[in-house]
């Protein structure tokens, strides 16, 4: 935040509120006049060049429409030489890229709606339990064919693998007790290596066409919590599995990890491979528990640490915000924490920043929630709870906010709900196009029958039509 009154973290600068740069000077202005809007901002933190905004309000009444005037401030400085990653091989993008989850037979809507650059999938069900993603397509070909369709309609595909926590005999336990479970049982790990290959085996079938994989989320942030900042400590059945790939690999889940990788390496050179990033490994949620500046380049330093002792070459990171929207939270689970204001993401930012220096890898954030507090359709009820992620990132005119997270390291946005019941962009609810009395200042109408009222394929389709962010 760039200007405020000292509240909501915003710095004092003199302005009426923290989310009110300036009041009209005079009660009414008369034809042929000008009124002078005066106020001060805070220059960014990060050197480059920004487009700051001002969206004109009648307060008490509406947001206009019209996003008023704009103007460019040059932050002088250069960033440390060489603090940015390269971006992953293949990658397919020199822009800030959005996407969203998106099921089987949806490409062409999805591509229709926006440009968007990217759909997932979750494949789960555990890889021993009957039931897992082999099931979904006859002769267990859902892999290739949603590739084929993503490629089809010009969108990269990508698959949050998320096999460990469902599978046998761990998935009738705890998940942290679970994941170890299974990472400590030969015979299920086993079949999870041949689960792997079979699903690496698929997109390597479709070389011309670039697939990302996100392996495991959340089973990481288990594993470090449990123990510590050195992956080489946790055990994990690998080449005593008898996986003839495998052999000579450490029974640790550095040797885990590597072991992905290497089937990776044999069987498909077109994939990203994705490490899932979980802040709380650390036994430190920034969210709840508030860190200062110098605390979160600690605990950004351990996320690093637990990763880089892996010693395997991940392409990238997937990081989130969370699996669902706060004000869902709050009315399900009774959290009244889960809001996020300017001090959070000015943490995140720097966390990633952190991160991304350390490991030297860019990051996508993943799984973002959809709510949002400007359309009708958002009362707080079953998938149709506030968040303000979208606004945040794709509501702010000058791109302020943006630009701080790509020159963190970011390089792309995939939005969806992690749980049933959280907002979604499509009608996951069957009411169609609803617009019950405002809560706040969610007063615009609903565009479309999505849960969000269709907010997020609206602000979309606004960001590549007003031009990508080039990445730096």
């Known amino acids: 935040m760039l200007g405020g009154d000292g509240n909501a973290g915003s710095p004092n600068t003199g302005w009426p509120r923290y989310n009110r740069v300036a009041a009209q000077p005079a009660p009414w202005v008369g034809p042929n006049q000008i009124a002078w809007f005066q106020f001060s901002v805070v220059a960014p933190q990060i050197s480059g060049t920004y487009r700051l905004s001002i969206r004109p309000l009648v307060e008490g009444a509406q947001w206009m429409e019209d996003y008023g005037v704009f103007w460019y401030v040059v932050v002088a400085g250069t960033p440390p030489a060489g603090s940015l990653p390269a971006l992953p091989a293949r990658w397919p993008s020199r822009s800030l890229e959005i996407g969203m989850t998106d099921g089987p037979g949806g490409a062409a809507a999805l591509r229709a709606s926006a440009p968007l650059a990217f759909r997932y999938q979750y494949l789960v069900g555990g890889v021993n339990t009957g039931g897992g993603w082999k099931t979904w397509s006859p002769n267990a070909t859902f892999p290739t064919v949603y590739i084929q369709e993503s490629a089809a309609s010009r969108v990269t595909p990508v698959f949050s693998y998320y096999t460990i926590r469902e599978s046998a005999p761990g998935n009738g336990m705890g998940e ?187 990051v996508a954030m993943w799984q973002i929630p959809l709510g949002n507090t400007r359309m009708r359709a958002m009362n707080n009820s079953w998938d149709h709870y506030q968040d303000n992620k979208v606004e945040w990132l794709f509501d702010d005119p000058g791109r302020a906010n943006l630009s701080a997270y790509a020159r963190a390291g970011v390089i792309a946005f995939l939005f969806g709900r992690g749980v049933d019941g959280a907002t979604c962009a499509c009608d996951a609810a069957g009411d169609g196009v609803t617009n019950p009395a405002p809560i706040g200042e969610n007063t615009r109408i609903s565009l479309s029958a999505d849960d969000d009222g269709g907010y997020f394929r609206e602000r979309a389709a606004a960001y590549y039509a007003a031009g990508a962010l080039t990445l730096p």
């Open 176 to 362: 942290s007790d679970g994941d170890m479970a299974n990472l400590a049982n030969t015979a299920t790990m086993a079949a999870y290596y041949a689960d792997v290959k079979l699903v690496l085996q698929q997109a390597g079938s479709q070389g011309g066409t670039t697939v990302i994989v996100h392996v495991e989320p959340d089973l990481w942030g288990y594993v470090q919590a449990r123990y510590g900042d050195d992956a080489r400590a946790a055990p994990a059945r690998v080449a005593s599995t008898g996986v003839v790939e495998l052999a000579g690999l450490p029974d640790t889940v550095a040797g885990f990890a590597q072991a992905i990788v290497k089937l990776r390496d044999l069987y498909a050179p077109n994939v990203i491979l994705s490490y899932a990033l979980s802040y709380w490994g650390t036994k430190v949620d920034p969210i709840y528990q508030k860190p200062s500046d110098t605390e979160i380049d600690a605990l950004a330093n351990r996320s690093a640490r637990f990763f880089n002792s892996l010693g395997a070459s991940f392409d990238l990171a997937f990081a989130e915000f969370g699996d669902s929207d706060a004000a869902f939270k709050l009315h399900q689970n009774g959290d009244a924490q889960a809001w996020w204001y300017p001090d959070d993401f000015a943490r995140n930012v720097r966390y990633l920043s952190t991160f991304s220096t350390l490991t030297q890898k860019r």
